[in-house]
Nanobody, 115 residues
Framework: QVRVVESGGGLVQPGGSLRLSCAAS????????MAWYRQAPGKQRELVAI???????TYADSVKGRFTINTDNAKNMVYLQMNSLKPEDTAVYYC?????????WGQGTQVTVSS
């Protein structure tokens, strides 16, 4: 079994920054990709950024130039640096780790952008 845990959410003013962290533990054999998704109230979960191992990073158009995904494959960790935050970035952010072709979700961390 693989356990995925996110941290780093919170309340921030518009224009501010936050850094989310995510760690995978347990029966982690081969992480093929690490990704961040988010789900706002009343909306479907959407991809924010994905970093395939050995591949190119992809960002949602809405976060390009503001968010950066970084991975530490040795530690099975992924980070999301979020700058110039907007109220529309308010959502629960979820980490997804793909281990041997199967995706594992964390419990999510709330990010609220409000003055």
């Amino acid at each position: 079994q693989v356990r995925v845990v996110e941290s780093g959410g919170g309340l921030v003013q518009p224009g501010g920054s936050l850094r989310l962290s995510c760690a995978a533990s347990g029966s982690v054999l081969s992480i093929n990709a690490m990704a961040w998704y988010r789900q706002a109230p009343g909306k479907q979960r959407e991809l924010v950024a994905i970093a395939p191992k050995g591949g190119s990073v992809t960002y949602a158009d809405s976060v390009k130039g503001r968010f950066t995904i970084n991975t530490d494959n040795a530690k099975n960790m992924v980070y999301l640096q979020m700058n110039s935050l907007k109220p529309e970035d308010t959502a629960v952010y979820y980490c997804n780790m793909v281990n041997l072709g199967r995706g594992y979700w964390g419990q999510g961390t709330q990010v609220t952008v409000s003055s």
